[in-house]
C-alpha cells in the first residue's frame, strides 16, 4: 500500500524506475523524445528574442547576437549536468530531486525553492508580455483582460491531460517556426536592399567600440530567460517512455536547436538598427522587434510577428510552464516539503490538478499586478533559475566523485566548476532588483527549513533499493 508521500514498500524495481526511489506510478507514460524535444523548444520559445529584444539590445549595447551565442555557451554546461542527473535519476522533482539525493534533503528543498521563484513567475512574465504584444496590435483592450482569457485557457488545456498539451505544443511550434522563417526572409531582402541604411556588418557579434565582458554578461543576466526551459524537461521525466537517457538527449538537442535560432534572429534585428547601441526608452525597448519587423516588412509583418509572440509567449509556453511548474509542486508535495494536498493526482486525467490551480491562481494575481514590468519580471524569473544551476553543479560533482566515488573527472568535476562560475559570474552581474528580491526569496525558504528542522520534521529520500 502507497504511504502518505505517495511511495511503495516492497515494489519490484523492474516494474517501474520510480519503484527503486519508493515512490509508486501516478503519471501516465506517453511521451516520446519528439515530445520532449518540442516541449523544450516551445517552453524556450523559438522567438523568445521577440519580446526581450529591445531590454537584450540596449544592455548589451548592440550586441544581441554575441549575448546569445555566449548564453549557449554557458548553459550547455548546465544542459550537461542535467543530462547526467536526469540518467541517475528519472523522476519528477528536477534540479529539486537531483539536489536532495546529490546533496541532501535540505539543499534540494532550496534548489526547488529557488526554481519556483522561476517556475511561479515564468507564467507571470509571459503573460504580461503577451498582453503588451496584443495591446501594440488591438489597442481597445485592456491588458489585464488578456491575462485573464490566457489564464484561463492554459489552466482548461492543462488539466485536459499531458497528451493535449504535447498536441498543442506542436502546433504552436510549427506556427513559430512559419513566423520566424517569414522574419528572417525579409529582414535578409531588407539588409539587401539597405533599407533605413542597414547594411551588412558583425557589430552584433562583436562591436570593439563598446565590447566588455561586463556588458556582456550584464545583458546575459536577461537574455539566459529565452533559454530557460530546457531545464524544464526533466519535470516530465515520470511521463516519458524509452528510458532515462530520453530527458538528456532532449534537452542537449533542444538547447542547441534554439540557441541557433536565437543568434540568427537577433543578429538581424540588430543589423536593421544601423549603428544604434541603445533605444529611447522602457518603452521603445519593449515594442523593439515588433519595430523592426515593421522595418522589414511593413506594418502587416509586425502585426503578425507582435500576434505570434503574444500568442507564443502567453499561450504555448505559459502552456508548458503550468505543466512544469505543477509537476515541480506535485514532487516536492510529495515528499514532504510542501503541503500534502498539492501531490494529489486526478485519477482520470492523471494530471496534479490542485498544482495546476494554484499555478493559475499565483499568476493571475501577479499578472494582474505587474502589468508591462517586463524588465522587472525576467530579471526575477532568471534569479532563481541561475541560483538552481549553481545547486545543480554542485549536486553533479558531489553525486558522481563523492557519493558514487567515481573518477570521471573531466565531465564531473571540469564541467559542473565551468558551469558553477559561468553561471555565479552571470548571477553577479544580475540587476540588484534580482539580487535582493532572490536573496529575500531565499531567506525566506531558509526560514522554513529551520522551522521545519525545530519542529522535528525531516524528510527521508530513498536513493535505490
Sequence with gaps: MPDQHGRTAGLPVDE??????????????????????????VFMVPIAPFAIFGVVFELSKGMVALTYLVGLVAMLFTALGYREMSREFPIAGSVYAYAARGLRPEAGFLAGWAILLDYLLVPTLLYVT?????????????QWLWIVVFVVFNTVVNLLGIRTTALMNKLFLLAELIVLALFVGLSVSAIARGVGGAHW???PLYDP?????????????????SFLGFDAISTLAEEVRGGARVVGRATLLSLCIVAALFVVQSYLAALLLPGRTGLPGQAAENTAFYDVAGIAGGVWLKNVVAVTSALAAAVANALVAQAATSRLLFSMARDGFLPRFLAHVNPKGQVPERAVFLVAGISLILGLALVGQVALLSSLVNFGALFSFLLLHVSVASWFLIRRRQRTYGMHLVVPLLGFLIIGYVLWKASPHAQIGGACWLAVGIAILVVRRRTGRSVDLRLHS
Design 201 to 203: 556588418t558583425l557589430d
Design 209 to 225: 567600440r563598446v565590447f566588455s565582458v561586463s556588458v556582456v554578461f550584464s545583458a546575459l543576466s536577461v537574455a539566459a530567460l
Design 16 to 41: 517501474d524506475p520510480l519503484a527503486r526511489f519508493g515512490y509508486r506510478k501516478q503519471l501516465r507514460r506517453t511521451l516520446h523524445l519528439r515530445d520532449l524535444l518540442v516541449y523544450g523548444m
Design 130 to 142: 503577451g498582453a503588451v504584444a496584443l495591446q501594440s496590435v488591438v489597442g481597445g483592450v485592456p
